[in-house]
């Protein structure tokens, strides 16, 4: 099962245009009418509030997927969307059966091809306070799991073949996060954060420095979206 044939991040932003002119200064591309690419993943603007963080697929078969089981409820803006499901963490993913406004990014998941300033797509990092229950609720909707360690804290990385969700349990004495978190990686990622700051992004270090240099960090995006910098290479 799926939950459809394309998918994006979707932000609330007030106005559209300037949050449009913020992405593509962050090097992103317009593909579509209120949709931008970083080269790996889609993110969606629209004017209307949203319920949370949410996940918005189109394409979806909606009586197979509530023929899995999954409990599909209502939303907030039935014109925009059939139906929303809500994972333990609180992301709402929110799906229509009419096609997607926006072609995806080319290629496979993982070798999509990066575009914007801040890396390559590598994960939709979502703070979990139970694992095992957040795993299986993502495996029932489709994802399959990619990678799962127990160091330095549980944490995995599942797909669908259009997005890749990372789960954390993150220990508050290394790092913690309690909202999702678009995720990038770059070995080069110190230069990227010099010149983001440079050019006045919000951007908020994370320590340690290494060489005295900054080479993690976190931002915010239009929206209200969360943004990890990460270095090293995916």
Known sequence: ?????????RAAVEHPAEALATFEKLGFKQVGAGVVTDGGLNIGLQQESLDGPTLAYSGSNLAAIQAAGNAVQSTSAPHLYDTRIVSPEGVHIYLQSQAGRAPMPEGDIMSRKPISRLGKFGEYAIPTKDFEASAAFWKQLGFEQLHASADPYPWGIFSDGLIV????????????????????????????????????????????????????????????LKIFLFNGEI
């Open 1 to 9: 099962m799926h939950l459809g044939n394309y998918v994006e991040v």
């Open 165 to 224: 969700v990372g789960l954390h349990t993150p220990d508050p004495a290394q790092m913690t996060f309690d909202e999702p978190h678009i995720t990038y990686f770059r070995g080069d990622m110190a230069d990227r954060i010099a010149a983001l700051k440079q050019d006045g992004f919000d951007v908020t270090d994370i320590p340690p420095e290494e060489n005295g240099r900054v080479v993690n960090a976190s931002m915010n995006g239009p929206g209200g």
